[in-house]
C-alpha cells in the first residue's frame, strides 16, 4: 500500500489550519493540537437512506452532539459502489475531509476498474462490522436457506435476488453461497440473477412489492421490516447470531460454511502529511471513545472493530488481496 502520510507540502490547509504543534512539544501537547479541529465534512458516497448514509450521519450527529466539533455537514456522492465519492475525495482539497468506506467500495474499486484506488487515499479508521442477512417476502414459499438456495440453483435467472451495488458485500455473499452449494464459479454469472439497488429503500420496495424473490443487505436496513413481519429472515452471515435478530440462525447453522461480515471506516484525502492525518486520527479516536458512539452502536446493531494507524493500514491490503481473489473465483472479475 502506498504509505498513507507520503504527502509534501500540505501545510497549514483549510479546515486543520493551528492544528499542528509547534516545534519543540511534546506528544502530548502534539495529541491536544492535533485534536482541535474546529469542522470536519464527511462523505457518504452513496444515496441517502443505505448503510454509508446512516454511518456518515451517526458519526456527524455525535461528533457535534459530544462538542468535539463545531460542525460537520454530510455530502452523499453516490454511484458505481462508492467509486464516484472516491474519485470525489482524490480530488478534495480541504483535508478535513472523511469518506465512509468498506468492504462494498473493496468489490467496487475491482469491479468498475476504478482508476481510483482505496491505497491511494490516507487509512483513518476501522469503526465497525455488520452481519449480512437473507431475507425473502413474507409471503415468499422459501422458508430456509435451503429453499432458496436450491430453487435459484434450479430455477436460475427466475429467481432474482437484490443486493446493494454490483461487486459489492451483498453480490459476494450470494456468489460464496452458491459456490458452497456446488455452483461452478464460472456459471455464476448466469445461474445468479442478481438486481443490484442503491440502498435505502428501494430494496425494502422491490421486496415488499415482489418484484424480487429475496434480498441481502446489513442486518440494520432490513431489521424493521423484519420486526413487523413483512420480511422473514432466512440466515446472518455472522460466525455467530446479531443481537439485533437473535433467533435468526447463521449460515454456518443452516449448513453452510459461509461467514461474511460487512465492515465500514473512514479515509480522508490522500498524501495528507502526518500531522493532518494525526489530527483526524485524534478526532476519530475520540468519537470512537464517547459514551455516544457507543450508544449508537447498541442502537444500529453495529459491531465495535475499531483499529487505527498501521493496523488498519494493514487490514485494507490483506482485504483487498481477499476480496479481489473472493471476486475471481465467483467469475465477477477476471484473473
Not at 111 to 133: F, G, H, Q, Y
Not at 214 to 242: D, H, K, N, T, Y
Not at 310 to 317: A, H, K, M, R, Y
Amino acid at each position: 500500500m502506498r504509505a498513507a502520510f507520503a504527502g509534501l507540502g500540505v501545510t497549514a490547509l483549510v479546515g486543520l489550519a493551528g492544528c499542528s504543534a509547534p516545534a519543540g512539544a511534546s506528544g502530548d501537547d502534539e495529541a491536544d493540537a492535533a485534536a482541535s479541529l474546529d469542522a470536519v465534512s464527511l462523505i457518504a458516497p452513496a444515496d441517502p437512506g443505505g448503510g454509508w448514509d446512516q454511518t456518515a450521519r451517526a458519526i456527524s450527529q455525535v461528533l457535534t452532539d459530544e462538542e468535539l466539533v463545531g460542525s460537520a455537514p454530510v455530502e452523499n456522492i453516490g454511484g458505481a459502489g462508492g467509486t464516484v465519492g472516491l474519485a470525489a475525495l482524490a480530488n478534495e482539497k480541504d483535508p478535513a475531509t472523511l469518506m465512509v468506506t468498506g468492504l462494498v467500495m473493496v468489490g467496487a474499486v475491482e469491479t468498475n476498474a476504478s482508476p481510483v484506488r482505496i491505497e491511494d487515499m490516507t487509512p483513518i479508521a476501522k469503526l465497525t462490522e455488520e452481519a449480512l442477512v437473507l431475507v425473502v417476502p413474507a409471503s415468499s414459499p422459501y422458508e430456509t436457506t435451503e429453499d432458496l438456495v436450491d430453487a435459484i440453483v434450479e430455477d436460475g435467472a427466475a429467481i432474482s435476488v437484490t443486493g446493494g451495488s454490483a461487486g459489492g458485500a451483498d453480490h459476494i455473499l450470494a456468489g460464496m453461497l452458491l459456490t458452497e452449494a456446488g455452483v461452478d464459479p464460472a456459471d455464476i454469472p448466469s445461474t445468479l440473477n442478481y438486481i443490484p439497488n442503491s440502498g435505502g429503500g428501494e430494496a425494502v420496495t422491490m421486496l415488499l412489492g415482489n418484484t424480487v424473490q429475496a434480498g441481502i443487505s446489513g442486518v440494520g436496513e432490513f431489521a424493521e421490516q423484519i420486526a413487523a413481519g413483512e420480511l422473514r429472515a432466512l440466515a446472518v452471515s455472522s460466525p455467530e447470531p446479531v443481537e439485533l435478530l437473535p433467533d435468526t440462525p447463521t449460515l454456518v447453522e443452516e449448513g453452510y460454511d459461509v461467514t461474511l461480515t460487512n465492515w465500514r471506516g473512514l479515509l480522508a484525502p490522500g498524501d495528507l502529511d502526518e500531522a493532518d492525518a494525526q489530527a483526524l486520527t485524534a478526532l476519530v479516536t475520540d468519537l470512537h471513545d464517547s459514551d455516544a458512539w457507543a450508544a449508537t452502536l447498541e442502537e444500529k446493531g453495529w459491531a465495535d472493530a475499531f483499529v487505527t494507524g498501521e493496523e488498519f493500514s494493514g487490514f485494507l491490503d490483506a482485504n483487498i488481496a481477499e476480496v479481489t481473489q473472493t471476486l475471481q473465483s465467483i467469475g465477477l472479475v477476471a484473473p
